[in-house]
């Protein structure tokens, strides 16, 4: 069974997708024992070394917590491929993690941070729009400037976990982590690099949002996808897909491990999926054992009166890993954003982390983090509506400038939430040419669809253009430039 926590128990899954190999844990794997014993004994020989290693240094103080080396999951290890499995934890990583929550007595002379007196900044400060201004000095500004764990700034970990409890239900921690990420890009990445293999195939909604699409291309990855309709995402599409996958065990195409998913104004269509079609989803998922890559940048710029349900709400058999961010509210230059999952999941984030950006900026950290204690909860809830309602307003003037411009030239969709607007060209069978070379030369650019496909070496008749940033008076020459495009495109074609 499949028990919803908002939505009650699910029907028994098909018993063909829900064949599992017990893991020895009273969680099933799709992975043999030989893969989990392998990595049980390699952890076992690396802890051994490591508290030999720390012993004959006399860090094994009880001063210090102890140190964090495991790094072989548990029942998510077979979302892992090998590169995963053979991650270790960075001992001198490991050891600043441990002295940010260690006593104040404990004098740490082993790290490496630059001395404050070295820093070029006396302060370091920024002013809201309704006024508040932050100055970061003395202690604070060393915090903010110099290196932190990897999970993230303490506080601002926490803080983030309060985030996740008072905006999609309060989680079991014990079983989830968070860690800071710049950007939601950052965590998904890296959340791909770590399951994926050559050829791996993964179950997506088409049209996909780009950054995953072109992230898993050097996998050669297989994208099973499910396609927007009128009523949301088809989601008999997408289950009769995978029916079809498991059935035929074909050699051609992998049984996929990963659902990835954009819920809240997909990008690039601005379709927002209903609560109930998460259900239906997440129950899918379940039934074939799926690993749930809940994408959510524009969660709250959904037009919608209310915030919608998330996967990771639902999620009771602990299979989500949810990407938020503060870029489209705070400033995408900032790289803002973390990563919620199952710990297994978050740890092989962190050791990623650990030997590649160390962590995310620790001044774009501390200020995120001041803004949130500044705005409070009701706060932070009453500017993302302003934001909200500012794009739905530009929404609203492009669309109007659609309707005038466009009508018969093409279809669309209204957003439901974002800041992109979907267009169909008609009559025109790919719009690659259009958009790259004739488009240019009218001064117009525009984002052609091939780039969101999950085939975009097929002709493709979709263009994405953005409400977000260009003034309006410019967006209409841009509409009218695009209408005369079609038109030369349209004969064009005729001609073909």
Not at 92 to 105: C, F, G, I, Q
Not at 310 to 335: A, H, Y
Not at 352 to 359: C, P
Request: proline fraction near 6%; charge should be positive; hydrophobic fraction near 40%.
């Amino acid at each position: 069974m499949c028990p919803l926590a908002a939505g009650g128990d699910w029907p028994a899954a098909s018993a063909e997708p829900r064949k599992r190999v017990p893991s020895g844990r009273g969680t099933y794997s799709r992975d043999p024992h030989s893969r989990r014993e392998g990595c049980r004994s390699s952890f076992q020989a690396l802890r051994a070394h490591q508290r030999f290693t720390m012993r004959k240094f006399g860090l094994l103080s009880k001063a210090l917590p102890k140190l964090q080396t495991k790094n072989v999951p548990g029942e998510h290890t077979s979302f892992m491929n090998e590169l995963a499995l053979e991650r270790k934890p960075s001992i001198l990583r490991e050891l600043m993690k441990n002295h940010a929550t260690a006593s104040k007595n404990v004098v740490f002379i082993g790290e490496g941070l630059p001395h404050p007196e070295t820093i070029p900044f006396s302060e370091v400060s920024f002013t809201l729009k309704d006024g508040t201004k932050k100055v970061f000095t003395g202690s604070e500004l060393v915090t903010a400037i110099n290196y932190l764990p990897t999970q993230g700034n303490p506080k601002l970990v926490q803080k983030l976990r309060e985030f996740m409890d008072r905006f999609h239900a309060p989680l079991r921690w014990e079983d989830r982590d968070v860690i800071a990420t710049a950007g939601s890009q950052d965590g998904l990445s890296k959340v791909i690099e770590m399951s994926l293999q050559k050829g791996d195939a993964i179950v997506v909604a088409d049209p996909v949002y780009s950054g995953l699409a072109s992230n898993v291309r050097p996998y050669k990855a297989q994208l099973i996808s499910a396609q927007y309709r009128k009523n949301g995402l088809d989601t008999v599409e997408m289950k009769d897909k995978l029916t079809a996958i498991w059935s035929s065990r074909s050699k051609d195409v992998k049984i996929p491990k990963i659902l990835y998913i954009n819920p809240v104004a997909n990008n690039p269509s601005g379709h927002v999926i209903s609560d109930e079609q998460k259900r239906e989803i997440y129950e899918i998922a379940c039934e074939f054992n799926l690993l749930v890559l809940e994408d959510d940048p524009y969660y709250f710029l959904g037009f919608q009166d209310e915030l919608p349900k998330s996967f990771l709400s639902m999620d009771t058999e602990n299979r989500v890993v949810r990407f938020d961010s503060f870029s489209k509210i705070f400033g995408g230059g900032l790289r803002a954003g973390w990563m919620t999952g199952p710990k297994e999941i978050v740890r092989i984030v962190e050791m990623h982390m650990q030997v590649s950006v160390l962590h995310a900026s620790s001044l774009t950290q501390a200020i995120v983090l001041q803004i949130l204690e500044e705005q409070g909860w009701d706060g932070f809830l009453d500017y993302t509506k302003n934001v909200k309602e500012f794009y739905r307003k530009r929404r609203d003037q492009m669309v109007a400038l659609a309707d005038k411009y466009l009508t018969g030239l093409a279809e669309w969709d209204v957003p439901e939430g974002g800041m992109f607007l979907w267009v169909k060209v008609k009559g025109v069978s790919d719009v690659l040419a259009m958009v790259m070379e004739r488009g240019l030369k009218k001064d117009v650019m525009l984002i052609p669809g091939h780039a969101f496909m999950s085939d975009p070496t097929k002709p493709c008749p979709y263009i994405r253009l953005s409400y977000s940033l260009v003034p309006m008076e410019d967006v209409e020459k841009a509409m009218q430039r695009l209408a005369e495009l079609i038109k030369e495109e349209q004969a064009i074609e005729s001609q073909k």
